[in-house]
């Protein structure tokens, strides 16, 4: 009996079950029929990019996707090519290259930096300069380095996150690898601080071209070298001639083996110029020490040489003139 109640029980409950159903079944059928509304299709700058990397992964030798992490990717911000057209902004349109190979060879993007598919270099520097004509780049077309038939991407890296030319640690490794005669003046004892990271080259040349000689960021070598060295500017009362004529008269700016950048040492340097009378000039043979053996002011050998007594060599404005003792 008990069983009997039980089953009646369960079927009542089955069927309250199929009329809940079928009566919400019947409510939803009464809504609009919206179809089937598809996902939103993709932006054509993404979409292109992920065209691009289908192919153009992680595998690739030379890095690619590490383009994403750098400036030229920031799609937010209209001066870029991804703000538009990703890759196609700097490659072209690459029709071809899309298409599905020919003979198991795909065709080349229409715009090749590197490799031995690279595409003229004028072509190159015409993508590059189509954005980055400005600034610092205007006097580009006719300097030596176009001269010179290099490209954009000799010097720069585009594919990294951080272009090592852009930052003063890693950027003169870039320039000697074509400027080698710098590498080794570099490595002399005495030199500016390129290779601490404190300055680089682009301190005092301008690689894209200027209106001063070898690709200088001022006019003339001392307006070059007035930029760090102010105190050297004057005016003096008293000023010495070559200082105010050319810095590079005594000193090698990338390298030398003598103090303070000097082309040769003291007293040799100044006598190639000075070689008076009644004065101690006698032109040193440079062997020895100074003794009561030898001429007359030998004794300017020793210690900072000509320089102990004129110590103001690039200025001064003392009444007895450049001869001055600190």
């Not at 932006?43 to 192919?55: G, H, I, L, Y």
């Not at 290099?150 to 074509?178: A, E, G, Y």
């Not at 200088?216 to 070059?224: A, F, G, M, S, W």
């Not at 760090?228 to 990338?254: M, N, Q, T, Y």
Request: with cysteine; hydrophobic share 30%; net charge positive.
């Amino acid at each position: 009996m008990n069983r009997s109640k039980t089953i009646f029980a369960l079927a009542l409950w089955i069927a309250g079950l199929g009329f809940a159903v079928g009566a919400q079944a019947s409510d939803l059928s009464a809504l609009p029929d919206l179809g089937s509304t598809p996902a939103p299709a993709p932006s054509s700058v993404k979409e292109a990019v992920r065209t691009c990397t289908k192919c153009h992964d992680e595998g690739e030798e030379k890095p690619v996707l590490s383009i994403l992490k750098s400036k030229h990717a920031v799609m937010a911000d209209k001066r870029t090519p991804f703000a538009d057209n990703a890759c196609m902004g700097c490659h072209g349109a690459s029709k071809a290259h899309l298409a599905p190979a020919v003979g198991g060879k795909r065709a080349d993007p229409d715009v090749v930096f590197d490799g031995p598919a690279a595409s003229p270099v004028a072509k190159q520097n015409e993508t590059c300069i189509g954005c980055h004509e400005s600034g610092v780049r205007i006097h580009w077309k006719g300097s030596r380095h176009e001269t010179e038939n290099l490209s954009c991407t000799s010097c720069h890296s585009l594919h990294n996150q951080s272009d090592p030319i852009m930052n003063n640690v890693t950027q003169t490794d870039v320039c000697v690898t074509c400027h080698k005669g710098r590498r080794a003046e570099l490595l002399r004892p005495s030199t500016h601080p390129l290779r601490e990271g404190q300055m680089s080259c682009s301190s005092c040349h301008a690689p894209h071209g200027g209106t001063g000689p070898k690709l200088l960021v001022k006019d003339t070598i001392n307006e070059t070298c007035y930029t760090c060295h102010a105190e050297k500017r004057g005016p003096f009362l008293w000023e010495h001639g070559p200082v105010r004529e050319d810095c590079s008269i005594c000193h090698k700016s990338h390298g030398s083996v003598n103090a303070a950048l000097l082309k040769t040492r003291q007293p040799w340097l100044c006598q190639q110029c000075h070689m008076a009378s009644f004065h101690p000039s006698t032109a040193y043979s440079g062997t020895g020490l100074p003794g009561p053996t030898k001429p007359s002011g030998a004794q300017q050998l020793l210690g900072k040489s000509c320089a102990n007594c004129h110590s103001e060599v690039h200025g001064s404005n003392h009444p007895s003139g450049v001869r001055k003792t600190r």
